[in-house]
């Protein structure tokens, strides 16, 4: 990592939080943020945003002209509202259209699109450029910011993972516990085996399993890690110079 640009961002780190589908990305990003006054940019509701919007347009997984067409004329911003991320789409709150079952498993097809990553990384490099930043999602570490300062991998297993998204989900789908671990497996082959920006741990990133860990206990892994790094960065510039040779 580039220590002087990181040194010189205006809001503070950038923190990237990696992982598979159900290992509580989201849950565990808002929280950190709310912690540290920083901003949860969820990188993997604007990849479900996209899919219903093709879904809505009838445009095909494997139709790439299509699909860069669509994101051309798709608006997807992400909106705090009542200490809750609101997703908009061309203005609509699809907040909770974009988490069924069928948009889940169409966001898996459309995410690995070069036409739509391309089209979202540009965004979320906007997004967060400026730093004060917790994305969340696939490749943020490895493809989206990977001078990140701070890197985590958070994952659990398949089936603590399908457990905890059937209950997410059995509020208000038909869904059983079997369908849903299956569907976590499903997801988890193809964002490993995509070609463009497949789901991997980057090399400096911390790993934290939470099957058996509390929500409170990765918090606090979480924190006193980007505490560290706060603290190493104030260590090691003053006034903009460096002056130890990290």
Excluded: W
Aim: net charge negative; glycine share 8%.
């Amino acid at each position: 990592m580039n220590e002087s640009s990181a040194a010189g961002r205006k809001n503070g780190l950038i923190i990237a939080i990696d992982g598979p589908s159900g290992a509580g990305k989201s849950t565990i990003t808002k929280l950190l943020a709310e912690r540290l006054g920083y901003i949860h940019i969820d990188t993997g509701a604007m990849f479900r945003a996209i899919a219903l919007s093709a879904s809505r347009n009838g445009v095909e997984a494997d139709d790439d002209r299509g699909l860069e067409e669509l994101c051309r004329s798709t608006d997807v911003v992400l909106k705090r509202s009542n200490g809750c991320c609101m997703v908009l789409l061309n203005g609509e709150d699809v907040s909770h259209a974009i988490r069924t079952p069928e948009i889940s498993a169409l966001t898996s097809k459309i995410s690995a699109r070069k036409p739509v990553r391309e089209s979202l990384l540009k965004l979320q490099r906007r997004m967060g450029e400026q730093g004060g930043v917790i994305l969340e999602g696939r490749d943020i570490g490895t493809v989206v910011f990977p001078d990140a300062e701070v890197k985590f991998f958070l994952s659990a297993t398949a089936e603590e993972r399908g457990r905890r998204r059937y209950l997410e989900l059995a509020a208000r789908e038909q869904v059983t516990l079997e369908q849903t671990i299956a569907a976590v497996i499903s997801r988890d082959e193809n964002d490993e085996k995509r070609e463009h920006a497949p789901l991997r741990c980057a090399n400096d990133a911390v790993i934290i399993d939470s099957t058996r860990l509390s929500i409170e206990e990765v918090l606090e892994s979480m924190e006193k890690k980007v505490r560290e790094r706060v603290s190493e960065q104030q260590t090691c510039f003053t006034d903009g110079r460096e002056i130890c040779g990290k």
